[in-house]
């Protein structure tokens, strides 16, 4: 997934993943029973008994090729979403940092500014008059 694709997109995507799955799922389950349903009623079920077995092996082979198709792109989605959470969160991270150094030097400008030169330190010192001390 890129970052240009809306949820609506991904969520769309999701949805008919999940139709052809539950479809094919659907599909196997039916053709299965009508075999078997065939089996059962057949003047010689044998035969039919033998073509339920193979449809069975077959299908469920093909069944499962889907569920694992299924689930490791879904996977894939999952790991892609939360991969796009995170870029966007370090993003704001980022934002945040930048904004807090900017303001931490125009602090440090300011500080810069306000702090006491040499000479004007040396005039405050002169004016300090020593508290006087009680007599006792």
Do not use: H
Request: with cysteine.
């Amino acid at each position: 997934m890129t970052t240009d694709k809306t949820d609506k997109d991904v969520n769309s995507v999701q949805i008919t993943s999940k139709r052809i799955a539950y479809g094919l799922i659907f599909l196997f389950s039916l053709c299965l029973l009508l075999v078997l349903l065939k089996a059962t009623t057949a003047s010689d079920p044998k035969e039919w008994y033998e073509l339920f077995k193979e449809g069975f092996l077959f299908l469920s082979g093909a069944l499962t090729t889907v569920i694992g198709y299924y689930f490791g792109s879904r996977g894939t989605q999952e790991a892609e979403a939360s991969t796009a959470i995170a870029l966007k969160e370090a993003k704001q991270l980022r934002e945040l940092v930048e904004k807090e150094r900017k303001d931490l030097e125009s602090m440090k400008d300011f500080i810069e500014n306000q702090a006491p030169t040499n000479d004007e330190q040396s005039l405050d010192d002169e004016l300090i008059i020593p508290a006087e001390r009680p007599q006792s």
